[in-house]
C-alpha cells in the first residue's frame, strides 16, 4: 500500500476535464514537500509531466496543470484527448520512510 | 541528447544475483544524483535505491536493504545496482533515472528500463 494515495481508475469523455487526486498526510504532502507527476504509456517508461507541484516541463501541453493544498495534491487535464490515456504517478517525500521518496499507487485513465 | 541506458536483466533462481548497469550520455553525470526505481508487472512505481554525486551516501528502500547495492563510477558514466538473495518479489521492471536533487528534488529522466524476472 502506497504512502500516496491515487484513484485507481478515472475516466473522461474527449474535450471533457477530469482530476486525479494524490492524498498524503503530515510526513509527507503535509509537511511541504514538493509533489510532481509523471505520465506513462504502456511498455514504455515515465516521463515528467509537472514538477514542484504546478510547473510544466518544456513540452508539456498547457491542458496539464497541477495543484496542492495541505496534505494533497492534484493533477487536472482539461479538453482531454484520446492520446492522453496513460496512467498517472504522484510523487513526493515522506519523512518517516528510509530514503524518504515515495510514488502513489497511480491512476488508470481512460478517454472513453 | 540526454540518455539513460539500462542492461544487464534477465533471468534468475530465486536466491541467485544479478548486477544491472545504467550508461548516461549527453550530461555531466558526476553532478548528479543517481537513482534506480522499478516496477513489477501490472504494479505502480516503487523507488529502490539513490546514490549521491561523490557516492558518499545511498539509500535503500526497506524491503532491499542488505540485498542490494547502488554504486557508480563516474569515469564510466555508469550506476550499477548489484542484486543478491533475489526474490520472487523482485520481479519488475527497472528502471535507472536521473535525481535532480537541487532543482525541485525530482527524476527528470529516465532510462527504456530492464526487465528483472526472478524465478521460484
Known amino acids: 500500500q502506497s504512502v500516496l494515495t491515487q484513484p485507481p481508475s478515472v475516466s473522461g469523455a474527449p474535450g471533457q476535464r477530469v482530476t486525479i487526486s494524490c492524498t498524503g498526510d503530515s510526513s509527507s504532502i503535509g509537511t511541504g514537500y514538493d509533489v510532481h507527476w509523471y505520465q506513462q504509456f504502456p511498455g514504455t517508461a515515465p516521463k515528467l509531466l509537472i514538477y514542484g507541484n504546478t510547473n510544466r516541463p518544456s513540452g508539456v501541453p498547457d491542458r496539464f496543470s497541477g495543484s496542492k493544498s495541505g496534505t494533497s495534491a492534484s493533477l487536472a487535464i482539461t479538453g482531454l484527448q484520446a492520446e492522453d490515456e496513460a496512467d498517472y504517478y504522484c510523487?513526493?517525500?515522506?519523512?518517516?520512510?528510509?530514503?524518504?521518496?515515495?510514488f502513489g499507487g497511480g491512476t488508470k485513465l481512460t478517454v472513453l | 541528447e540526454v540518455q539513460l541506458v539500462e542492461s544487464g536483466g534477465g533471468l534468475v533462481q530465486s536466491g541467485g544475483s544479478l548486477r544491472l548497469s545504467c550508461a548516461a550520455s549527453?550530461?555531466?553525470?558526476?553532478?548528479?544524483?543517481m537513482s534506480w526505481v522499478r516496477q513489477a508487472p501490472g504494479k505502480g512505481l516503487e523507488w529502490v535505491a539513490c546514490?549521491?554525486?561523490?557516492?558518499?551516501?545511498?539509500f535503500y528502500v526497506d524491503s532491499v536493504k542488505g540485498r542490494f547495492t547502488i554504486s557508480r563510477d563516474d569515469a564510466k558514466n555508469s550506476v550499477y545496482l548489484q542484486m543478491n538473495s533475489l526474490r520472487a518479489e523482485d520481479t519488475a521492471v527497472y528502471y535507472c533515472a536521473r535525481r535532480r536533487s537541487s532543482w525541485y528534488d525530482v527524476f527528470d529522466i529516465w532510462g527504456q528500463g530492464t526487465m528483472v524476472t526472478v524465478s521460484s
Open positions: 549527453g550530461f555531466t553525470f558526476s553532478r548528479y544524483w
Open positions: 546514490i549521491k554525486q561523490d557516492g558518499s551516501e545511498k
Open positions: 510523487q513526493s517525500f515522506d519523512s518517516s520512510l528510509s530514503g524518504h521518496v515515495v
